[in-house]
């Protein structure tokens, strides 16, 4: 249901955008999430069913920014500044509560896009 893209190289400092498509419209909370080599899954941030209201993870905050197209059914995440510990599979998710931070509350999930920092 969930379709993650974007994902690719980029040199530290740079920008890239993730996209999350889904095939009918979501109307739910979203967000992203993202897994490193040997590391647990870590909340990235979050939106709300309007879009009205963000949420993000401190290490992110400033550089990132999440955002929805409701009319395209796509989730966003516009990805700034980046850095090596930026290096991850970043995942979609939706259906929990408004800025849930644990993964584990989430019902549906993309299959992830890879991100690659070069230094």
């Known amino acids: 249901q969930l379709q993650a893209s974007g994902g690719g190289l980029v040199q530290a400092g740079g920008s890239l955008r993730l996209s999350c498509a889904s095939s009918r419209r979501t109307f739910m909370n979203m967000g992203w999430f993202r897994q490193a080599p040997g590391k647990e899954r870590e909340f990235v941030a979050a939106?709300?069913?309007?879009?009205?209201?963000?949420y993000y993870a401190d290490s992110v905050k400033g550089r990132f920014t999440i955002s929805r197209d409701n009319a395209k059914n796509t989730l966003y995440l516009q990805m700034s500044s980046v850095k090596f510990e930026d290096t991850a599979i970043y995942y979609c998710a939706a259906g929990a509560a408004a800025g849930n931070v644990l993964s584990n509350e989430y019902d549906y999930w993309g299959q992830g896009t890879l991100v690659t920092v070069s230094s």
């Open positions: 939106i709300t069913r309007s879009g009205a209201t963000t």
